[in-house]
T-cell receptor, first 113, second 112 residues
Framework: QQQVKQSPQSLIVQKGGISIINCAYE??????FPWYQQFPGKGPALLIA?????SEKKEGRFTISFNKSAKQFSLHIMDSQPGDSATYFC????????????FGTGTRLQVTL | EPEVTQTPSHQVTQMGQEVILRCVPI?????FYWYRQILGQKVEFLVS????????KSEIFDDQFSVERPDGSNFTLKIRSTKLEDSAMYFC??????????FGPGTRLTVL
């Protein structure tokens, strides 16, 4: 019940295309859903996050879509660029003091020219 | 822009030896965390720390692990007797509100 399932495992998108990564969760106590971007040898960097009281959040080329009833959320990267090539992790966190992040398994995105 | 820093960037040790991984969280953050990532796998929670005590720990965080905030700036993870399976990237994170967690660059621990 604590898992966050993420798909696809890897994704190849052409420059200018839309990258879509999907996540699903079971634990209804989760109430904050961040996405992290990780480049090789680096730490995860917070990209964008959403709470379940909204269905969509957009920041630049990055959009999170959230479906509370289906317990699913997704990251859309518009106009994908080679510099977006990285591993993307969805995560979830529940209420409570110093709550832990539960990460998805990651999606390795490659944006080709 | 403030950032979490970690030292060393790479630590090589012999099995059974003690290691201490160091982190300097973002100043004025209240919540501190250690996570680890085995090569090619997802990031896993180890422990959270708030108000000078452990808030939560995972099943990975057994008696061989300990954390400390010895002063107002450092946050350390100690592994008393390292095992081969402790080889991983260890990330420190800090947060002001416990939700928005910022990660450091990590320490690569190699146990031989």
């Amino acid at each position: 019940q604590q898992q966050v399932k993420q798909s696809p495992q890897s994704l190849i998108v052409q420059k200018g295309g839309i990258s879509i990564i999907n996540c699903a969760y079971e634990n209804t106590a989760f109430d904050y859903f961040p996405w992290y971007q990780q480049f090789p040898g680096k730490g995860p960097a917070l990209l964008i996050a959403i709470r379940p009281d909204v269905s969509e959040k957009k920041e630049g080329r990055f959009t999170i879509s959230f479906n509370k009833s289906a317990k699913q959320f997704s990251l859309h990267i518009m106009d994908s660029q080679p510099g977006d090539s990285a591993t993307y992790f969805c995560a979830a966190i529940g209420t409570g003091t110093a709550s832990k992040l539960t990460f998805g398994t990651g999606t390795r995105l490659q944006v080709t020219l | 822009e403030p950032e979490v820093t970690q030292t060393p960037s790479h630590q090589v040790t012999q099995m059974g030896q003690e290691v201490i991984l160091r982190c300097v969280p973002i100043s004025n953050h209240l919540y501190f965390y250690w996570y680890r990532q085995i090569l090619g796998q997802k990031v896993e929670f180890l422990v959270s720390f708030y108000n000078n005590e452990i808030s939560e720990k995972s099943e990975i965080f057994d008696d061989q692990f300990s954390v400390e905030r010895p002063d107002g700036s450092n946050f350390t993870l100690k592994i008393r007797s390292t095992k081969l399976e402790d080889s991983a990237m260890y990330f420190c994170a800090s947060s002001w509100d416990s939700d928005t967690q910022y990660f450091g660059p990590g320490t690569r621990l190699t146990v031989l």
